[in-house]
């Protein structure tokens, strides 16, 4: 698919100066993708590990590597280490609904779910990430969040996800265009 062809509808906008919001539905019930946020096994398996407590005021460190999301650690970008942390701290939890935490230097995230449809069969997830330090960083956590999102889809299906590093790498030339108009 060319640069062209792709489609742009599963990418985050800015809702916001300094505010990204991406959204996707999910297989449910709405228990099991919670989990996929909060338990620190399911996590690592889309985004970052680390025990989390989801209570606010709660600090947590999130662990990147995300070479294990990879088709191959030699897809890496030149500068960014085989793993990467953060501590971060809770700032709000409605259980099954929303959880939010700061992380230091990058901004403020929540992950909010909404069932959708009759029988909660499918799950509306929201990622907002807000105070983003400046365009550099808004290009590179858009694609990281669209990266990682798109593998939780995956994994929440039971398919096989794409590989993180490829993709992203795709995604950020992606994003420093979408943003740039």
């Known amino acids: 698919m060319s640069a062209i062809e792709i489609d742009r509808s599963s990418f985050g906008v800015l809702t916001a100066p300094a505010t990204l919001t ?8 709405i228990e099991r993708v919670w989990g996929f946020i909060v338990d620190s096994d399911l996590r690592q398996q889309w985004l ?13 460190e999130l662990v990147w590597r995300n070479d294990a999301l990879s088709a ?25 609904r929303k959880l ?16 959708v449809g009759d029988q909660s069969e499918r799950v509306l997830l929201t990622v907002t990430h807000r105070q983003l330090p400046d365009r550099q960083m808004t290009v590179m956590v858009g ?33 420093e265009r979408v943003l740039a108009a």
Request: hydrophobic fraction near 35%; proline fraction near 11%.
């Open 22 to 29: 991406l959204q996707r539905t999910l297989p449910g019930p």
């Open 48 to 60: 970052a590990a680390g025990d989390l407590t989801p209570e606010p005021g709660a600090s947590f």
């Open 72 to 96: 191959s650690p030699d897809e890496r970008p030149p500068g960014f280490p085989e793993e990467s942390r953060a501590t971060c701290q809770v700032t709000e939890v409605e259980t099954l």
């Open 100 to 115: 939010g935490f700061h992380w230091p230097g990058v901004g403020d995230v929540t992950f909010e779910l909404r069932p």
């Open 143 to 175: 694609a990281g969040w669209h990266m990682h999102c798109d593998i939780l889809v995956a994994r929440v299906a039971g398919v096989r996800a794409g590989s993180f590093w490829s993709g992203w790498v795709r995604l950020r030339d992606e994003y």
